[in-house]
């Protein structure tokens, strides 16, 4: 009797199927990471980020890129005002 051994399927080697969802839309600028940081091991990370562009996505993580008005941006900025400088030059 011979045992065969089950190879996972494409679904379930993806992260974005093994982690919540929400994770590739996060608020946060670290969970946006952690997204983009899973994306780069993806066996299709290549093919998602090219269909992204081509659909322009709106938003979210997509091929380890994140992108805003379709458009891939750098990071995400927390939200709310940004910091003030701690020195101020006088006028």
């Avoid at 946006?32 to 269909?51: D, F, R």
């Amino acid at each position: 009797m011979t045992t065969s051994v089950l190879e996972p399927t494409l679904d379930e080697l993806l992260p974005c199927r093994l982690n919540d969802a929400e994770l590739w839309f996060a608020e946060s600028p670290s969970d946006v990471e952690s997204a983009k940081a899973l994306c780069k091991e993806c066996p299709v990370q290549e093919m998602c980020l090219a269909g992204a562009l081509e659909r322009r996505e709106p938003w979210g993580v997509w091929g380890g890129e994140l992108f805003l008005a379709g458009v891939v941006i750098p990071r995400k900025r927390p939200r709310g005002r940004p910091r003030k400088d701690a020195t101020v030059t006088a006028a």
